[in-house]
């Protein structure tokens, strides 16, 4: 069993940057980021292979969000940069610890977070 721990959310103005960790409790193979907005479904953000650091995206993350890692301290951090009004939703950490995961789908992550809300004024 993996547990998550997130932190970094708040109030920004739209164009501010934000950067959200997520301490997982112990080993994982792939660690990533949704997001759900009310009314709307949780997407996926992006996600990362922690052990070659190999990243991937969403549409919407592209060229403004990044994914990292710490191996060290089994934790995943989400720079967000160029903060939008529409990026305003609840963040969820998300792990699992298949090699062969679908990385896009939220079906494919047993273990999630509590979320952190992040929340974009204009």
């Known amino acids: 069993q993996v547990q998550l721990v997130e932190s970094g959310g708040g109030l920004v103005q739209a164009g501010g940057s934000l950067r959200l960790s997520c301490a997982a409790s112990?080993?994982?193979?792939?660690m990533g980021w949704f997001r759900q907005a009310p009314g709307k479904e949780r997407e996926f953000v992006a996600a990362?292979?922690?052990?070659?650091?190999?990243?991937f995206q969403s549409d919407s993350a592209r060229g403004r969000f990044t994914i990292s890692r710490d191996n060290a301290k089994n934790t995943v951090y989400l720079q967000m940069n160029s903060l939008k009004p529409e990026d305003t939703a609840s963040y969820y950490c998300?792990?699992?610890?298949?090699?062969?995961?679908?990385?896009?789908?939220?079906?494919?992550?047993?273990?999630w977070g509590q979320g952190t809300q992040v929340t974009v004024s204009s």
């Open positions: 998300a792990a699992t610890t298949s090699y062969s995961a679908n990385l896009y789908s939220r079906a494919s992550y047993p273990y």
């Open positions: 990362i292979r922690m052990s070659t650091g190999i990243t």
């Open positions: 112990g080993r994982t193979f792939y």
